[in-house]
């Protein structure tokens, strides 16, 4: 201890004036010892600490300068320091350091002095601070307003941060801007994720300028730009100078006063940002982080650990992964605020853009452009600026070529956010080899994925000792690192999918690499055609609603698939496989028209094979029997009667089925007697389908019995001769689809149902049962079915007189047609209202109405019934129309020639009743009285065995028969009807035939 009692001359607490000094003061202390001299109870030996020691005893908690006649007090810190050196654990030495720190301005090294002392004490004798160091230590952590400190060099002052005035506007995120509000108020570190581009940094800053409520203290905000800084250990410095604390430090640390540094920056961040000395609480915005991500979570756990009073907000395209973070992923603009960003960007370029006023008359193209861009701002305000040069219909149809389209951004912005490229070239530089492998890889996927398809076609390098990666960690770190979204499905999985730029950028780089992209779009083939035909069976089954749902959720990798396979014959066998296993999935979803294009890609892929041996040959009937089904639907159904190659296609692909009991009882091969309406040839229809009946019920499976068994009903209700079989079919059904599940089966034999009845006039058995069907067809998604069976009700409401509920079940009929573009529907609903206008009167409406029904049956395949009704209501138009092509005679030869064309479509007595009904009101204005009793006759027999007429229809026809009566009297009239009771409708067209050969030649 002797050696602590004897300081070295001119450098003890005697002599703070610098060697040569006076001698010393008389006043003497000690730590905590009640003598002069005496050894304290830390083992210390007391010194005089000088005349000056008294000086800094009597500054108060904030002075900010010392006396007049003391020494400097960084000269005096470097003495005291000295001094603790010597005698670690005297507290009295390290009072007045502390002391002489604080008087220098340098409060964080006061504070860090005090700890220095802390740790001393407990390391050495395991003893806290005594009570004079503890109530310094509260004066330095005491909140006071911080007062300019004159330190010899600058004057050091409390700023309130570095947010630096934007020079653009700010558009929408809104929510977004409340969210991050209500995060930080929860959470002392919140993370904006989202892919380069999204709009992070502006979004931050621009949360970080609106965080105090009204009434509260502001926090002073700093952000730290963190994209320059390439160094992970470099990023405590970089924060550091961001607050411009690393000037200050370094100015005093090079003061020469004897002090040993403290340049460890994320200590004086500490110093900085930890203490209740503060006025006010502290965000710290940490921008750019994904580049050094391990650094920057480090850092933020460091300071939020420390420094109570402190929040971060951080900026990275994948989470920092803290304790306590709150991750608020930053999705792309909605459609309107992308479209203001757009308008906003462009009017600096052009002055009064306005996209609806363009003169290309395109105000779509800023949407196309803002979608196509995925809503990502740094994309827009790139595009926006090519409005210099472009127009924006020339931008959007440029977007296959972003990369080379979206550049030259700001001079003043880092290089990496001037090009599109550039953004999204940083994110794959920061990717390992196998995140890279795995994102060319998924570049493969069309509108999403789900974990299992990725498994199916992720596959990185295998080396010695090194594993496959796992396609979950990998797909984790992809999500993680903003290149991949994910979202729950419907379902609750999870599914994923890229960006339409990100995209666009992993198809360029997968391109690279013919190799893997070669696996990967083998891989993906596979898996689809995997998927599509285990789901084929189920979508006939009481099942089939999960599985119609998970096509529809890959319907674009399908369609991916499809492409693939269709593009050349090497894939023949797997195209021909997909086109098959989705036929019935676009049919039953109304993807008719897709099915029609996708099924004549399939089946002229290599040559037509002729040879049932060949493993091609049924995979092509199948292919062609298909394309026949759907071309039907879109209106090519005289295709075969017009075309002699194509005519003689069908009949050798009808033969071919017809001969096969096991091909002919599976779909689409179920469907061949169907051939018979393609080539014209349909008297022998229905003995075909008895014997594909028969065929079915000893070979097929339910649901296919089922199918062709619906036909015959349908085809029974359509056809003459009272529906001879219809119960006992309709009761098997009924059986049939309650074991098959299916819906759509239940949905047929309940319109089946509905028909038969409306054809025996038992309207609330058809309604109940139409209802059903309608119920069933929207269940299982069958967007063709509901708005025509809404029709039908329509029909219903208005041969029962509700007008009122048929114009409501018109209006919501047409509605569905549109949105699914349901041609033959809205047919049908224009029909009707044709109808109505017509026995209101309303001759006009009638003829547009009907225009637009004939035009609307043009686009698809109507059956022959319909086609023939129109005609009928035309004609009875045409009577009413003037002109050369109207009046009275028009009528005449019109309904006849639709009444022919309903014999030779061997229509049912509803069609060819109504028909006979028109015509008699017409040949009753020609005078031919006796005429119009026989058809009168003739159509009152046929309508035994069909729906009763309506009331405005029964009137017009009293009214015929009355002015009959009056015209020939009771007996003649009499003698003409019991005539006309046996007329067939061969002899009826005869009679009609007759007189219109009388009629003036027009």
């Given at each position: 201890m002797a050696a602590e009692a004897a300081p070295t001359p001119g450098h003890g607490p005697n002599n703070v004036h610098g060697p040569g000094s006076g001698p010393p003061a008389n006043g003497t202390a000690t730590t905590h010892g009640p003598g002069p001299h005496g050894p304290g109870p830390h083992g210390a030996t007391t010194h005089d600490v000088g005349p000056h020691g008294a000086d800094l005893n009597a500054a108060g908690p904030h002075a900010t300068a010392p006396h007049a006649s003391a020494p400097?007090?960084?000269?005096?810190?470097?003495?005291?320091?000295?001094?603790?050196?010597?005698?670690?654990?005297?507290?009295?030495?390290?009072?007045?350091?502390?002391?002489?720190?604080?008087?220098?301005?340098?409060?964080?090294?006061?504070?860090?002095?005090?700890?220095?002392?802390?740790?001393?004490?407990?390391?050495?004798?395991?003893?806290?601070?005594?009570?004079?160091?503890?109530?310094?230590?509260?004066?330095?952590?005491?909140?006071?307003?911080?007062?300019?400190?004159?330190?010899?060099v600058f004057h050091v002052k409390h700023?309130?941060?570095?947010?630096?005035?934007?020079?653009?506007?700010?558009?929408?995120?809104?929510?977004?801007?409340?969210?991050?509000?209500d995060d930080l108020t929860r959470s002392r570190l919140v993370t904006l994720t989202g892919p380069g581009g999204s709009g992070k940094t502006r979004l931050a800053e621009e949360s970080a300028a609106c965080q105090a409520p009204a009434g509260t203290t502001p926090p002073d905000v700093w952000i730290a730009e963190l994209a320059p800084v390439e160094a992970p250990d470099a990023v405590p410095g970089a924060v550091l100078s961001a607050l411009g604390l690393r000037e200050t430090a370094l100015l005093r640390d090079n003061s020469l006063d004897g002090t040993l540094p403290r340049t460890d920056p994320v200590d004086l961040l500490v110093d900085r940002l930890g203490h209740g000395s503060r006025p006010a609480p502290v965000l710290l915005i940490l921008d750019n982080c994904e580049h050094v991500i391990d650094a920057a979570a480090a850092l933020a756990e460091t300071l939020l650990t420390r420094c109570p009073q402190l929040r971060i907000l951080a900026t990275s395209r994948e989470p920092l992964a803290v304790p306590g973070e709150s991750v608020r992923p930053v999705d792309p603009l909605p459609a309107d605020p992308a479209h203001r960003l757009f308008t906003e960007r462009a009017r600096a370029v052009r002055p009064g853009f306005d996209p609806d006023h363009e003169p290309a008359h395109d105000p779509d193209a800023v949407a196309e452009i803002c979608r196509r861009l995925d809503g990502l701002p740094l994309a827009i305000e790139l595009a926006a600026a090519r409005l210099r040069l472009l127009g924006p219909r020339q931008i959007a149809d440029r977007l296959d070529d972003r990369f080379r389209l979206l550049t030259g951004g700001s001079r003043t912005v880092l290089p990496r956010q001037q090009t599109l490229r550039a953004v999204v070239d940083w994110s794959w530089d920061l990717l390992d080899e196998d995140e890279r492998t795995a994102l060319r890889q998924v570049s493969v996927f069309a509108g999403g994925w789900d974990l299992t398809a990725a498994e199916a076609v992720i596959r990185t390098p295998v080396g010695a000792g090194r594993p496959a990666a796992d396609t979950a960690d990998l797909l984790g770190a992809l999500v993680d690192k903003s290149l991949v979204v994910a979202a729950p499905a419907v379902d609750g999985a999870m599914r994923y999918r890229l960006l339409e730029t990100i995209h666009e950028y992993a198809v360029e780089r997968c391109a690279e690499t013919p190799q893997v992209r070669a696996a990967a779009e083998s891989a993906h083939t596979a898996y689809f055609l995997g998927l599509v035909e285990e789901a084929e069976p189920r979508l006939r089954s009481g099942d089939q609603l999960p599985w119609i749902q998970r096509l529809e959720t890959d319907l674009d990798n399908i369609r991916a698939a499809l492409q693939r396979t269709t593009a050349s014959g090497l894939s023949e066998p797997e195209a021909a496989r997909l086109v098959l296993g989705m036929g019935w999935f676009w049919w039953l979803r109304n993807y008719r028209s897709e099915g029609?294009?996708?099924?004549?890609?399939?089946?002229?892929?290599?040559?037509?094979?002729?040879?049932?041996?060949?493993?091609?040959?049924?995979?092509?009937?199948?292919?062609?029997?298909?394309?026949?089904?759907?071309?039907?639907?879109?209106?090519?159904?005289?295709?075969?009667?017009?075309?002699?190659?194509?005519?003689?296609?069908?009949?050798?692909?009808?033969?071919?089925?017809?001969?096969?009991?096991?091909?002919?009882?599976?779909?689409?091969?179920?469907?061949?007697?169907?051939?018979?309406?393609?080539?014209?040839?349909?008297?022998?229809?229905?003995?075909?389908?008895?014997?594909?009946?028969?065929?079915?019920?000893?070979?097929?499976?339910?649901?296919?019995?089922?199918?062709?068994?619906?036909?015959?009903?349908?085809?029974?209700?359509?056809?003459?001769?009272?529906?001879?079989?219809?119960?006992?079919?309709?009761?098997?059904?009924?059986?049939?689809?309650?074991?098959?599940?299916?819906?759509?089966m239940r949905a047929q034999v309940a319109s089946a149902a509905a028909e038969a009845g409306m054809m025996r006039g038992r309207y609330d058995e058809a309604s109940t049962a139409y209802e059903e069907a309608l119920l069933l067809a929207r269940e299982v998604g069958a967007h063709a079915e509901a708005p025509f069976l809404l029709a039908r009700l329509a029909e219903l409401s208005y041969r029962t007189g509700d007008l009122a509920a048929a114009h409501q079940r018109l209006d919501s009929s047409e509605a569905e047609a549109e949105r699914h573009q349901a041609h033959d529907a809205t047919a049908y609903t224009h029909y009707l209202r044709a109808t109505m206008a017509f026995h209101r009167g309303d001759i006009a409406d009638a003829r547009r109405m009907l225009t637009v029904a004939q035009e609307q049956a043009g686009r698809g395949g109507p059956p022959s019934h319909f086609t023939v009704a129109m005609s009928g209501l035309s004609a009875r138009i045409t009577v009413h129309e003037p002109g050369p092509d109207g009046g009275i005679d028009a009528g005449a030869r019109g309904l006849t020639e639709a009444l022919v064309a309903a014999k030779e479509a061997q229509c049912a007595e509803i069609v060819t009743g109504h028909l006979a009904d028109g015509a008699v009101t017409v040949l009753s204005k020609l005078g031919h009285h006796a005429a119009v009793v026989r058809i009168l006759a003739a159509a009152d027999n046929w309508r035994h065995q069909s729906s009763p007429r309506t009331e405005g229809e029964q009137a017009e026809i009293d009214a015929v028969e009355r002015l009959c009566r009056e015209e020939l009297g009771a007996r003649r009239y009499e003698e003409e009807r019991a005539a006309g009771v046996a007329l067939t409708l061969g002899d009826v067209i005869d009679v009609l035939k007759d007189i219109v050969a009388d009629l003036p030649v027009p």
């Amino acid at each position: 201890m002797a050696a602590e009692a004897a300081p070295t001359p001119g450098h003890g607490p005697n002599n703070v004036h610098g060697p040569g000094s006076g001698p010393p003061a008389n006043g003497t202390a000690t730590t905590h010892g009640p003598g002069p001299h005496g050894p304290g109870p830390h083992g210390a030996t007391t010194h005089d600490v000088g005349p000056h020691g008294a000086d800094l005893n009597a500054a108060g908690p904030h002075a900010t300068a010392p006396h007049a006649s003391a020494p400097r007090p960084a000269a005096l810190a470097a003495e005291l320091t000295e001094l603790i050196a010597a005698h670690p654990y005297d507290e009295r030495f390290r009072a007045q350091l502390i002391r002489a720190l604080r008087a220098d301005g340098r409060q964080a090294d006061a504070l860090a002095a005090y700890e220095d002392a802390r740790r001393a004490l407990a390391d050495g004798l395991g003893t806290d601070p005594g009570p004079e160091l503890a109530a310094l230590h509260r004066e330095l952590l005491a909140p006071a307003p911080p007062a300019p400190t004159e330190t010899g060099v600058f004057h050091v002052k409390h700023a309130r941060g570095n947010l630096r005035p934007r020079l653009t506007s700010f558009v929408g995120r809104e929510p977004e801007l409340r969210a991050i509000h209500d995060d930080l108020t929860r959470s002392r570190l919140v993370t904006l994720t989202g892919p380069g581009g999204s709009g992070k940094t502006r979004l931050a800053e621009e949360s970080a300028a609106c965080q105090a409520p009204a009434g509260t203290t502001p926090p002073d905000v700093w952000i730290a730009e963190l994209a320059p800084v390439e160094a992970p250990d470099a990023v405590p410095g970089a924060v550091l100078s961001a607050l411009g604390l690393r000037e200050t430090a370094l100015l005093r640390d090079n003061s020469l006063d004897g002090t040993l540094p403290r340049t460890d920056p994320v200590d004086l961040l500490v110093d900085r940002l930890g203490h209740g000395s503060r006025p006010a609480p502290v965000l710290l915005i940490l921008d750019n982080c994904e580049h050094v991500i391990d650094a920057a979570a480090a850092l933020a756990e460091t300071l939020l650990t420390r420094c109570p009073q402190l929040r971060i907000l951080a900026t990275s395209r994948e989470p920092l992964a803290v304790p306590g973070e709150s991750v608020r992923p930053v999705d792309p603009l909605p459609a309107d605020p992308a479209h203001r960003l757009f308008t906003e960007r462009a009017r600096a370029v052009r002055p009064g853009f306005d996209p609806d006023h363009e003169p290309a008359h395109d105000p779509d193209a800023v949407a196309e452009i803002c979608r196509r861009l995925d809503g990502l701002p740094l994309a827009i305000e790139l595009a926006a600026a090519r409005l210099r040069l472009l127009g924006p219909r020339q931008i959007a149809d440029r977007l296959d070529d972003r990369f080379r389209l979206l550049t030259g951004g700001s001079r003043t912005v880092l290089p990496r956010q001037q090009t599109l490229r550039a953004v999204v070239d940083w994110s794959w530089d920061l990717l390992d080899e196998d995140e890279r492998t795995a994102l060319r890889q998924v570049s493969v996927f069309a509108g999403g994925w789900d974990l299992t398809a990725a498994e199916a076609v992720i596959r990185t390098p295998v080396g010695a000792g090194r594993p496959a990666a796992d396609t979950a960690d990998l797909l984790g770190a992809l999500v993680d690192k903003s290149l991949v979204v994910a979202a729950p499905a419907v379902d609750g999985a999870m599914r994923y999918r890229l960006l339409e730029t990100i995209h666009e950028y992993a198809v360029e780089r997968c391109a690279e690499t013919p190799q893997v992209r070669a696996a990967a779009e083998s891989a993906h083939t596979a898996y689809f055609l995997g998927l599509v035909e285990e789901a084929e069976p189920r979508l006939r089954s009481g099942d089939q609603l999960p599985w119609i749902q998970r096509l529809e959720t890959d319907l674009d990798n399908i369609r991916a698939a499809l492409q693939r396979t269709t593009a050349s014959g090497l894939s023949e066998p797997e195209a021909a496989r997909l086109v098959l296993g989705m036929g019935w999935f676009w049919w039953l979803r109304n993807y008719r028209s897709e099915g029609l294009a996708w099924t004549q890609k399939a089946r002229t892929l290599g040559p037509e094979p002729t040879d049932e041996s060949d493993p091609r040959y049924w995979p092509r009937m199948n292919l062609h029997l298909l394309w026949f089904f759907f071309a039907a639907e879109s209106g090519q159904s005289e295709i075969a009667q017009a075309d002699a190659e194509t005519h003689e296609l069908v009949n050798r692909v009808a033969d071919a089925f017809a001969a096969s009991q096991s091909h002919s009882v599976r779909f689409p091969g179920l469907l061949w007697p169907m051939t018979s309406y393609l080539t014209g040839t349909t008297e022998d229809t229905r003995e075909k389908i008895d014997e594909a009946v028969d065929n079915a019920r000893e070979h097929g499976g339910a649901w296919e019995y089922g199918v062709i068994l619906m036909f015959r009903a349908h085809m029974l209700v359509d056809m003459p001769g009272g529906m001879p079989g219809i119960d006992d079919d309709l009761a098997e059904l009924r059986a049939l689809s309650r074991r098959v599940g299916d819906r759509w089966m239940r949905a047929q034999v309940a319109s089946a149902a509905a028909e038969a009845g409306m054809m025996r006039g038992r309207y609330d058995e058809a309604s109940t049962a139409y209802e059903e069907a309608l119920l069933l067809a929207r269940e299982v998604g069958a967007h063709a079915e509901a708005p025509f069976l809404l029709a039908r009700l329509a029909e219903l409401s208005y041969r029962t007189g509700d007008l009122a509920a048929a114009h409501q079940r018109l209006d919501s009929s047409e509605a569905e047609a549109e949105r699914h573009q349901a041609h033959d529907a809205t047919a049908y609903t224009h029909y009707l209202r044709a109808t109505m206008a017509f026995h209101r009167g309303d001759i006009a409406d009638a003829r547009r109405m009907l225009t637009v029904a004939q035009e609307q049956a043009g686009r698809g395949g109507p059956p022959s019934h319909f086609t023939v009704a129109m005609s009928g209501l035309s004609a009875r138009i045409t009577v009413h129309e003037p002109g050369p092509d109207g009046g009275i005679d028009a009528g005449a030869r019109g309904l006849t020639e639709a009444l022919v064309a309903a014999k030779e479509a061997q229509c049912a007595e509803i069609v060819t009743g109504h028909l006979a009904d028109g015509a008699v009101t017409v040949l009753s204005k020609l005078g031919h009285h006796a005429a119009v009793v026989r058809i009168l006759a003739a159509a009152d027999n046929w309508r035994h065995q069909s729906s009763p007429r309506t009331e405005g229809e029964q009137a017009e026809i009293d009214a015929v028969e009355r002015l009959c009566r009056e015209e020939l009297g009771a007996r003649r009239y009499e003698e003409e009807r019991a005539a006309g009771v046996a007329l067939t409708l061969g002899d009826v067209i005869d009679v009609l035939k007759d007189i219109v050969a009388d009629l003036p030649v027009p």
